[in-house]
């Protein structure tokens, strides 16, 4: 009989977290945006390599949205140097599909990304470079 029940409670507890993860939806995540128009306060790490040339592509093709330095100005896009984009929960790869393929909107209230046209996978590797060492060089790891 305890075998049953146990049975019983392992398969609710399957269920509903099946249930929760089926219909479930990412929240937007408000911020106060710091005295520049930015939605985070970062601090920018003296750069190398990679970083260096992928710092001068992220501002030719996605400072406009992502604002200086990855931190957002209010209202464009969502901030890179942020906990959300962890590599634990956005991956590299993450980063390379965003550009290519475009992003569904799901964590801010941005809106969708576009597709980025002109980029090689060269350059958006260099681009990951750069924001990675922002988010390390801000305890993003």
Same mark, same amino acid.
């Given at each position: ?14 269920? /509903? *977290?099946?249930? +929760?993860s089926f219909f479930s ?9 710091? /005295? @520049? ?6 601090? &920018? ?6 970083? &260096?040339? /992928?710092?001068?592509? *992220? ?13 957002? $100005?209010? /209202? ?5 140097? #942020? ?5 634990? #929960?956005?991956?590299?790869?993450? *980063? ?10 799901? #964590? +801010?209230? *941005?809106?969708?990304m576009p597709p980025i ?14 924001? $990675?060492?922002?988010?390390?060089? @801000?305890?993003?790891?």
């Amino acid at each position: 009989m305890l075998k049953k029940g146990l049975l019983l409670a392992m398969i609710a507890a399957i269920a /509903g *977290f099946a249930y +929760w993860s089926f219909f479930s939806k990412d929240e937007p995540i408000a911020e106060a945006t710091t /005295g @520049n128009g930015a939605l985070v306060q970062i601090t &920018v790490p003296m750069l190398m390599g990679n970083a &260096v040339v /992928g710092e001068q592509i *992220f501002n030719a093709k996605c400072a406009a949205c992502h604002g200086d330095n990855a931190a957002d $100005r209010q /209202g464009s896009g969502p901030p890179l140097v #942020h906990k959300i984009y962890e590599p634990s #929960h956005h991956s590299d790869m993450a *980063f390379m599909l965003a550009p290519r393929q475009g992003v569904r909107a799901h #964590h +801010w209230p *941005f809106g969708d990304m576009p597709p980025i046209q002109g980029l090689t996978d060269g350059d958006i590797k260099q681009v990951i470079s750069y924001v $990675r060492t922002l988010q390390q060089a @801000n305890g993003i790891k």
